[in-house]
């Protein structure tokens, strides 16, 4: 029932229509009914008014109280998934004077506004209903201009968000969760538009960094795969390398079916070739990033080697700082899988260098935990553990729930079957949990020692007991497992013993820290360590975030309590 409700948006005569049919069809009959929420809501009570025997007369009966342009405006909105702001609806109307269309119709309660986060353009919402009645009425009237302003609107807001992803801070992937329906549908636009080159462009570095981050929405993104897939042969000739590499970029997330993956390498390769010939740097090295996952992934580690070597070698590589840091971090992941430990620290520690000038939390916490696996293999369990709580501090700033499922995997092994072992049960359950909200599969390299642990913590607990703490964890969502881990790590005697708070700083906030406690200004400091005076103010405002200070004087007192001024 709160499922339909949520669907209908607590409308009244829908909910009223809705119930009805539960005559003649089950809950969950009804709930897949609602797909098609405007013909299932037909048919209400003989004696009504003609206008409320169904959701779609009432709706007539409203527009048909509208405008010639209130109608336009009105069908518009039905473009949008999820709400819109006043600059998308602008774009998709091309009308500067929409916001006072978009008055009346709020006066005829058919859009509403709602409260939009700090800092964020104002949103206005139709119900789910109304919604689908505008989208009807669009397509009576000439749609596809309006679908395709509304695409071309988010791809523009995607590649605004290019630069702002690279840092993942929470401001900027607001933005991509508000308008992730919306991003759903312009992508899917584009496919079915046969606009290959504008949905390779969606996907290539910004939606599918989004996608690793949150992991969400597996579903839309199997839909469109699959309408990929249909439509792929179809694609005209100048379009055929960004429909190969569109389906390459859609199975990295989606590897269900391996059919599907092999024609994916076959089309990436093709792809990559096809880039390079036209001289297309940057989606040539977008399409080697998803061919190496991708070979990785299918236990192709070895050969994805030579790749990564062209990949490292490209000039867009070379150019694009936050890109090169990414790949020379994906290299030492890569040695990593091949158990090649040495190569995979020296990469690795390259691109903490570079993360670090970017002032890339998002990517130091990725790296920390790489170090942190790399750590547990080699038997170096207080390096593992220290650099895995390093990394899941700055879990807060990134909001990563790919992250987050393989932090809780590494401290489930570093905790084992041990006095804390309905811990474990409960941390690999959170695992369990979110990686089935959001379709990731667990890395390889942890399946085999996370299987070995959960046969021991069976053993160890019982039947009845594991399972108990199992169900009753694996409910719990990415905010409550994120206070709950807080929790326990504060409490762990492990923590304890590596509570040194300078741990939280990298080696080069370290470095700057030093030099600022002996009384440096900013340029010179950036001349002592050879990078930009931005650089180094962008890294003590980092330092008092994470430190809770207010300015550069308590920081430099901390240095001195701390023995770091030398």
Not at 390 to 405: E, G, I, K, P, Y
Not at 418 to 444: F, K, P
Not at 518 to 540: E, P, R
Request: one cysteine or more; hydrophobic letters at 45%.
């Amino acid at each position: 029932m709160t499922r339909i409700c949520e669907q209908l948006d607590g409308l009244p005569l829908a909910l009223e229509l809705a119930a009805a049919r539960l005559r003649v069809v089950e809950l969950d009959g009804l709930i897949e009914w609602l797909d098609r929420s405007l013909d299932t809501l037909a048919d209400g009570p003989i004696d009504s008014a003609p206008h409320a025997a169904s959701m779609r007369a009432t709706l007539q009966w409203s527009v048909d109280l509208l405008t010639v342009e209130e109608r336009t405006v009105f069908g518009t909105c039905g473009v949008f998934i999820g709400g819109f702001t006043l600059s998308a609806l602008a774009a998709a109307t091309q009308r500067p004077d929409v916001w006072v269309l978009l008055t009346r119709l709020a006066e005829h309660s058919l859009v509403h506004p709602t409260h939009p986060m700090t800092g964020h353009e104002s949103r206005w919402v139709m119900l789910e209903p109304v919604r689908a009645y505008a989208a009807e009425y669009l397509e009576t009237s000439g749609g596809e201009e309006v679908r395709d302003r509304h695409a071309d609107y988010f791809l523009a807001l995607l590649e605004r968000c290019q630069v702002q992803v690279n840092d993942l801070t929470a401001t900027s992937l607001s933005v991509l969760r508000t308008e992730d329906a919306n991003m759903h549908a312009a992508l899917l636009h584009f496919v079915c538009r046969g606009r290959w080159q504008e949905a390779w462009r969606m996907l290539a570095d910004v939606l599918t960094t989004y996608w690793h981050v949150t992991g969400f929405h597996a579903s839309p993104r199997r839909f469109i795969l699959d309408m990929v897939y249909g439509a792929i042969n179809l694609a005209a000739p100048e379009q055929r390398r960004f429909a190969q590499a569109t389906l390459g970029a859609l199975v990295v997330h989606d590897q269900h079916d391996t059919r599907r993956v092999d024609q994916a390498i076959r089309g990436l390769q093709d792809s990559i070739e096809a880039f390079h010939e036209q001289g297309d740097g940057s989606s040539e090295a977008y399409a080697l990033s998803c061919l190496v996952k991708l070979l990785i992934d299918c236990h192709q580690a070895e050969h994805s080697l030579q790749y990564f070597e062209r990949l490292r070698d490209l000039p867009f590589t070379r150019e694009h700082t936050a890109f090169r840091a990414n790949v020379l971090h994906n290299l030492g992941v890569t040695y990593s899988i091949l158990e090649r430990y040495g190569a995979a620290l020296q990469h690795l520690e390259a691109s903490r260098t570079l993360k670090e000038e970017l002032h890339d939390v998002a990517g130091l916490a990725w790296t920390a935990q790489a170090h942190a696996w790399i750590a547990y293999r080699t038997n170096a369990p207080e390096t593992a553990w220290t650099q895995a709580t390093t990394a899941w501090r700055w879990l807060h700033d990134v909001q990563d729930v790919n992250l987050m499922s393989r932090l809780l995997r590494l401290f489930a092994l570093l905790g084992g079957p041990s006095e804390q072992g309905e811990w474990t049960v409960r941390l690999l359950a959170y695992d369990r949990h979110l990686r089935s909200t959001t379709g990731q599969a667990m890395d390889a390299r942890y399946a085999g020692p996370i299987a070995e642990l959960r046969d021991r913590l069976y053993a160890q607990l019982g039947s009845v007991a594991f399972d108990n703490i199992w169900h009753a964890a694996g409910e719990d969502d990415a905010p409550r497992v994120l206070q709950a881990v807080d929790e326990w790590l504060r409490d762990s005697p492990k923590s304890r013993a590596v509570s040194d708070p300078t741990n939280s700083l990298t080696p080069r906030e370290r470095d700057v820290l030093r030099a600022l406690a002996q009384g440096a200004t900013d340029k010179k400091i950036a001349q002592q360590l050879g990078i930009s005076a931005g650089t180094v103010s962008k890294h003590v405002t980092n330092m008092l975030g994470k430190l809770d200070l207010r300015n550069r004087v308590e920081l430099a007192r901390w240095a001195a309590q701390h023995h770091l001024e030398g």
